[in-house]
């Protein structure tokens, strides 16, 4: 079975990832808390995005997949976003997983894959998100550059979703007329559900996708790409 190793696997599209990944892999789970986590297949290992450094030693000493999930949702005009909020979500989003991948990248076995997470705000100039879409775009270069860099041995794609039912999103859709509202906007009429998400990171994470490197994968439900109003 392949060594898989997610960053974040506790909540939302995490969760759904190692669900979908457990019965056939052996997951190792670097979070802050190990709730649903009691699959016999799953390792967790205490770890805080924010300030925590990986404890390499309780991963093997080859992986075949990497997933980073931590993410943030800032969104406020401009005048009302502090400079601090613009360094914490690129600590969140980018500087910790840079730090992650430098300590794991020579354990990333031949024929592996790496998957990241962007927004389809950086493709798609979108109001008051000037910080997430900062800290994402940093995503989307660096993932590019490590594709071209670790090419043939290291696959690395982005997932760029719109807006998911997750508790990160949550006082976004926290009643019904907003997730209403909000799947109104995309073109399938619906919000994303971290299972729509899940299933492209675990192909991503495949063979069925080794051709596929240094791209950034929409799962938007249409929106940045189609205008049918």
Known sequence: MKHILLIGGTRGIGASIASKLQEDHILFVASRTNE???????THIPFDATKDEL?????????D??????????LKPLKMMSLDTFESDMQINFFSLVKVVKAIIPRMSDTSSMVFFSTIAVGTGMPFHTSLAAAKGAVEGF?????????PKVRVNVIAPSLVNTPLAGRLLNNDKKKEAMGDRHPLKRVG??????????????????????????????LSTLNIN
């Not at 649903?36 to 799953?42: A, D, E, F, T, V």
């Open 55 to 63: 404890d390499t030693t309780m991963i093997p000493e080859s992986l």
């Open 193 to 222: 559900e971290a299972h729509d998400i899940a299933h492209i990171a675990t192909f991503l994470l495949s063979e069925q996708s080794s051709w596929v490197t240094g791209q950034i994968i929409g799962v938007d439900g249409g």
């Open 36 to 42: 649903s986590l009691s699959h016999p297949n799953i």
């Open 143 to 151: 993932a590019k550059s490590m594709a071209a860099e670790y090419a």
């Open 65 to 74: 997949g990497f997933v980073y999930c931590p993410g943030t949702i800032n």
